[in-house]
Structure formats: structure tokens, C-alpha cells
């Protein structure tokens, strides 16, 4: 089996890339690549994203043909998809960060950002918080409720239908942190740096 | 509910760690990559790396460093220490560091924590302040706090904010290796104007000041010494935080 890490330079992925090898091992070839053909070929697809919404939109748009294969690989041949953090956020029909911007829309809804209430919250959300999961996810399999993983981030996805959310946790208010919608599965928080426990995750996707 | 950060800090030379703890089982006491390990390992909520690397030519050490340590490491790494430009920027982070923190650079010419976190996020961008008290206000220092800027900390705290930064680090100097506690009225000062969160640094000697630098609003506390000499391990911090009913990740 392949799965490929999509290098769209957007920001750093590095950890993205030592986490997935740290958890595939010998078992699973992980690729970091932007080649369309690659992508199309591989069983799973990561897509990570740093840097605000339509920065991330952009680097993706910038690399010709690469959205139109995303879309063949999660909507048309429905096959395994993972977005991390603003990975996450780019399924949104819309993003507000710096402008309005459009996004994958594969998940209805819009991405906003986070009410911080007149200060009382910090931002960017920046630290390790509990999600309480709403929905059974594959991607959840052996991890406890309430279980601590890493964050930073400043926007929030609203997705409309609210049975896609497997994950909320509590900052502001509860914060969508997890979908999963038939094969397309999402995370806010960061896998990649919550230690074992985001290993885990890592290791659900992989196995699914 | 957010959890408050403990966050214990390494200095590193010529890649080597300079005051690392030293347990008995440690095959090599002055590796940083194997004591980030035992950091994290040991429920550190991020590792910090500060390279006091003086010579240029030795300056690479440290991306070697950040690489090893990354690929073992799977908690956030922020790493600082003459960091002069967007492109110092872009070869951490290329190596694995999640965050990279600035100062001397910052002060001097704000436009790399604008360039820097349009071109890599603002999540990835700490400004680390080093501040002393001068009468009723505090300034800024440089260059490892050898040269006073005679820039107001709050003034630039807020700037720094502005132009991009993710997180501060704020540092006294007149409490760094006294043991005697965070400055707690600066920290409780920054932190009241800013809306980004800030790390408390310098002069933590007991676990009660861990308590008092988040009370004092950080959102993070950082350490080097009462960690590294083995005084009290990262749990032992943890737990004592708790039992003060401060949230930790336990």
C-alpha cells in the first residue's frame, strides 16, 4: 500500500512526513509529492496545510491539475482521504481568512474565525485540549474521549450538516475538531505533534 | 478545556547540550536529541531549543540537531537562537522544527515576523523578548541580552503582535538564574495588552512558580534548570499544577 503526503508548499509538513514514516515503518511506502499521476495511483492521500486558508487555496490552485485530481480521488472514486488543519478547512464551500475565499467544497459549510469573545480567549488556540467525540470515526478506533491533542489555529470549520462532525472540543465554544464524511476524514488538531495518541490516529488512517 | 504548557527549555552548543540533565541511564548526557526524548517522553508538552552557538562556522550543528530530534520527537519543537532571516526560518522548520522563535532579528528590523508569518503561518512564528527593568518600564535587550535596545517591552510586545507573531516569549533578565520566579508584574502586564498567548520565562526555581507565572496570565511556562539537574520532573510538575487546580495534560 501507498499513501501520499500532496507537497504543495504550503508552510511545513516535515512533521507530517517523519510521523507518517514513524508509524508506516516497512509496512507502507509514504510518499510527499505534488505528481498528479502519483497521487491518482496511491491508496490514500494526505493533504496538510499551514498558513492561513487562502494562502493554502492558492499554493493548491497554483499547481495545475491538482485540484481537479483531489476531486477524482475523494468525490469520484471515493478513496481515503485525510486533511489536517487547514487541510481540514479547505473541504469548506468558503473561507473568510484575509478574504473570502472559495474552497473545496466537499463538505458543505464555511470557515470562520474563532470567537474570542473580547479577549477573553486567546488566539491563535494554541496548545493541547481534549476532544470529546460526538460520532463514532474509524479514525478513533482504540482512542478514549476526552483524550488530549495538539492545536493551533485561529478559524473554525462551521460545516452545515452537523452529523459529518466526529469531534468537538471546547474553546470559545465547541469547536468542530474531526469530521468524517463516507471517505473523507479531517482533523483540526494536529496528529502529527500529539505524541502517541496522534500516532494512533495516524496508524487508524493508515490501516482503514 | 485548553491545558496550560509546560515547556522545558535546552540549551544547545556546537550541537551538544550545555547543563543537560544527567540520568544514569543516559548512554550520552550531552545529546539533545535523546534528552528532547526523555523530555517528551516524560510528558513535556513541547521541547524548546536554544542554540548559543557562537561561531558561524558551527552554526549548522543545529539543523542536524532539529532533524534527528524530530524524527523521534512527536510533540511541537520550537527552536531559537540566531535566527537572523526568513531563510534561517525556512531551513528549521525544513528540518523539523514546528515553531522557530526570534529576537535579536525581530528587534532589529520587524519586517521578518511580517515577512515570515504571511509566508509560513503565524502558528510557526514566536517572538522572544528579552526584557529589564529600567525604573517604571521594562526594555527590550538584544544580541543575548548584551545590548539594550531601550524599546518599551509593552510597547513592542503589542508590535510584535501586530506584525504577525503567534506567541511571545518573554523572558526577565532580571530574574534568569536567580531562582527566585517569573517577573510576575511584566508577565501579568504583557499579558493583560496582548491577545496572542505568552510563554513565561526565566528564573523559575520552585514548582510554586510555575503556579504563579500561569496565574499571572502566560499561557505557557518555561523552564531549564529545575528540569535538567533532575530537581523535578516534568510530571512532578504537572501534578503539582494540578493539585493547585491549574489544567494540565496529565
Redesign the interface.
Known amino acids: 500500500m501507498n499513501v501520499t503526503i500532496v507537497d504543495y508548499k504550503s508552510?511545513?509538513i516535515?512533521?507530517v512526513i517523519?510521523?507518517f514514516?514513524?508509524v508506516a515503518k516497512d509496512k507502507v511506502t509514504i510518499e510527499v509529492t505534488s505528481d498528479l499521476n502519483k497521487i491518482k495511483s496511491s491508496d490514500k492521500v494526505v493533504l496538510p496545510g499551514?498558513?492561513?486558508f487562502k494562502?493554502c487555496v492558492d499554493a493548491l490552485n497554483k499547481i495545475k491539475g491538482l485540484t481537479d485530481t483531489l476531486n477524482e480521488f475523494a468525490i469520484n472514486y471515493k478513496k481515503p482521504l485525510l486533511g489536517i488543519c487547514v487541510g481540514l478547512q479547505m473541504f469548506a464551500d468558503v473561507g473568510y481568512e484575509e478574504t473570502e475565499t472559495k474552497g473545496l467544497g466537499w463538505i458543505s459549510g464555511k470557515v470562520s474565525k474563532i470567537d474570542?469573545q473580547n479577549?477573553k480567549y486567546?488566539?491563535?488556540?494554541?496548545?493541547?485540549?481534549?476532544i470529546n467525540i460526538v460520532k463514532d470515526s474509524k479514525i478513533f478506533k482504540d482512542i478514549e474521549n476526552n483524550s488530549?491533542m495538539?492545536?493551533?489555529?485561529?478559524y473554525e470549520f462551521v460545516p452545515n450538516d452537523k452529523k459529518v462532525v466526529s469531534a468537538t472540543t471546547?474553546?470559545s465554544s465547541n469547536i468542530v475538531c474531526s469530521v468524517e464524511k463516507e471517505n473523507i476524514f479531517g482533523t483540526q488538531f494536529h496528529p502529527?505533534?500529539?505524541?502517541?495518541i496522534?500516532?494512533k490516529i495516524i496508524d487508524n488512517f493508515i490501516n482503514l | 478545556?485548553?491545558?496550560?504548557?509546560i515547556i522545558p527549555c535546552l540549551d544547545v552548543k556546537n550541537g551538544r547540550v550545555v547543563k543537560g540533565i544527567n540520568f544514569v541511564d543516559l548512554k550520552d548526557a550531552g545529546d539533545p536529541v535523546e534528552q528532547a526524548k526523555i523530555y517528551?517522553d516524560g510528558g513535556a508538552?513541547e521541547i524548546c531549543f536554544l542554540d548559543i552557538t557562537a561561531s558561524n562556522e558551527n552554526r549548522d550543528t543545529i539543523y542536524d540537531v532539529v532533524e534527528k530530534t524530530?524524527?523521534k520527537c512527536?510533540?511541537?519543537l520550537t527552536v531559537g537562537g540566531g535566527v537572523r532571516s526568513v531563510e534561517d526560518i525556512n531551513k528549521l522548520?525544513?528540518?523539523?522544527?514546528?515553531k522557530v522563535s526570534i529576537n535579536t532579528a525581530a528587534v532589529e528590523n520587524s519586517k521578518v515576523v511580517i515577512d515570515s508569518s504571511?509566508?509560513?503561518?503565524?502558528?510557526?512564528i514566536v517572538v522572544a523578548i528579552d526584557a529589564k527593568k529600567n525604573g517604571e518600564k521594562w526594555e527590550v535587550f538584544t544580541h543575548g541580552g548584551r545590548n539594550n535596545s531601550g524599546i518599551d517591552a509593552l510597547k513592542y510586545a503589542k508590535q510584535m503582535e501586530d506584525s504577525g507573531a503567534?506567541?511571545l516569549l518573554v523572558t526577565s533578565m532580571d530574574k534568569d538564574g536567580t531562582k527566585s520566579g517569573y517577573d510576575i508584574e511584566l508577565m501579568k502586564k504583557i499579558t493583560s495588552n496582548i491577545?496572542?498567548?505568552v510563554i513565561a520565562s526565566g528564573g523559575v526555581g520552585t514548582l510554586d512558580h510555575l503556579v504563579d507565572g500561569i496565574n499571572s496570565g502566560a499561557?505557557?511556562v518555561l523552564a531549564a534548570s529545575i528540569f535538567h539537574y533532575g530537581t523535578y520532573s516534568i510530571n512532578e510538575a504537572k501534578e503539582y499544577l494540578a493539585s493547585k487546580d491549574i489544567p494540565v495534560?496529565i
Request: net charge positive.
Open positions: 508552510g511545513n516535515s512533521s517523519n510521523s514514516k514513524e499551514q498558513g492561513s494562502s474570542n479577549g486567546k488566539l491563535p488556540h494554541i496548545g493541547w485540549n481534549q488530549h495538539y492545536f493551533v489555529h485561529s471546547d474553546y502529527e505533534k500529539s505524541d502517541r496522534g500516532l | 478545556m485548553l491545558k496550560n504548557r517528551s508538552d524530530s524524527k512527536f510533540v511541537p522548520l525544513n528540518c523539523g522544527a514546528d504571511k509566508k509560513f503561518g503565524s502558528q510557526c503567534g506567541e491577545n496572542i498567548p499561557s505557557a495534560r
